[in-house]
């Protein structure tokens, strides 16, 4: 009896290790093929990042940048709203309080985002414009009013005894500077926008900043105040014996549509003379490529050129040791031009601008192109009719 027992049991061991070596091979069989199917699934996917890689570089077109890739979400949504119209993602970035924060009412436009806006204000300053030396202010009102007192105060000796009597009492002025809009309406395909690896961001601010730029560097010098900024050279203009506030000073160079003869470079030196020392400190030489073209060959009376070029980088020239600033709205020399403005520019001319850059996607007026309407507010105007002084071309 026992022998036989012994017989079952061994006999029903060998049937358990049969089966548990069965489940386990069928098991492995499972894991084997489940790892050629994540292997096939890896490949796939592998090949399509390679084929979608291939595409973005037919053509030798340039790859998205990292920084297009990895952008902030109100940079990524405001590019889709350019490309598309696209303007969900700018009304939930709005409802977050996010970046665009401020919606154009009744327009459907929205304020640009961040980044583009402080490229687009960079170029600007870049240019050859007196916004580089003018006195630039942000305000959020329709208008900027400058208040500026150009009296003296009054004064006397006084004595232990006798009575103080009244000093002249100040005068001040107001000056209003208006703001104006200044637009720009670039256009560009569709079929252009929707290539993955244009730049749109880049492509519309170097567009609108190169389009301000020449339309604000006009207006500060020359804009006759409608419905555009006052330039400097539209104000009044007297000689400096006779000036008074709310005119300009000129200095004439004794010969019409020329420099003088005899001491050409006297002009210049009685220009700069002409403004007062407070002001002279930080002056700046005004003119276009022309008029330093003849400038800069003029000598002293020991032969000593007046020009010298700016030793280092980025240096501006000088005259008479005054930094020139070229700008070549400036007028040519002719007979009665005042081709030549000294002054200083931070007390003499105010710049005002809202600080927003406004963008409205318009793909319906000129199909199958899509306009791109930017629009900013900027005023400017003189502040200061003592900071500045002109040089006339004229006999008198």
Known sequence: MTETKSRIGAGMSEG????????????????KGFQDEIKMKLQQQEERVTMIHAKSHIAGRPALSAAV????????????YLRSGDDDGLRGLMLEGKALNTQVAGEGGYLVDPRTSETIRGVLKATASIRQIANVVNVEATSFDVLVDH?????????????LTETVTPQIDRISIPLHELAAMPKASQRLLDDSAFDIEDWLANRIADRFARAEAGAFVIGDGIDKPTGFLTHPKVA??????????????????????????????????????????NATFV??????????????ADGRFLWSDG??????????????????DM??????????????????YT????????????????????LFYASKRVGGDVSDFAAIKLLKFAVA
Request: no cysteine; aromatic share 10%; net charge negative.
């Open 331 to 348: 007028p040519d020399i002719a007979a009665g031009t005042y081709a030549i403005a000294f002054g200083d520019f931070k007390y003499g």
């Open 351 to 370: 710049i005002a601008e809202r600080p927003d850059l406004r963008v409205l996607r318009d793909p319906f007026s000129a199909k199958p192109h899509v």
């Open 151 to 163: 009296s003296e105060l009054g004064s006397g000796w006084a004595s232990e005894t006798a009575a």
């Open 240 to 281: 400096e014996a006779a000036w008074s506030w709310g005119k300009l000073g000129y200095v004439a160079t004794g010969n019409d549509g020329d420099f003088a003869t005899l001491n050409s470079s006297d002009a210049i030196v009685d220009l700069v003379y002409a403004l007062d020392a407070e002001y002279r400190a």
């Open 311 to 328: 030793l280092a980088a980025g240096e501006p020239a000088r005259l008479m040791g005054y930094p020139v600033l070229i700008a070549e």
């Open 287 to 300: 003119m276009n490529s022309k008029t330093a073209g003849a400038v800069r060959k003029m000598k002293d």
């Open 69 to 80: 890739e990895t952008a902030a979400p109100h940079q990524k949504a405001f590019a889709a």
């Open 16 to 31: 358990q290790g049969v089966g548990v070596k069965a489940a386990l091979a069928d098991f492995l069989n499972e894991v």
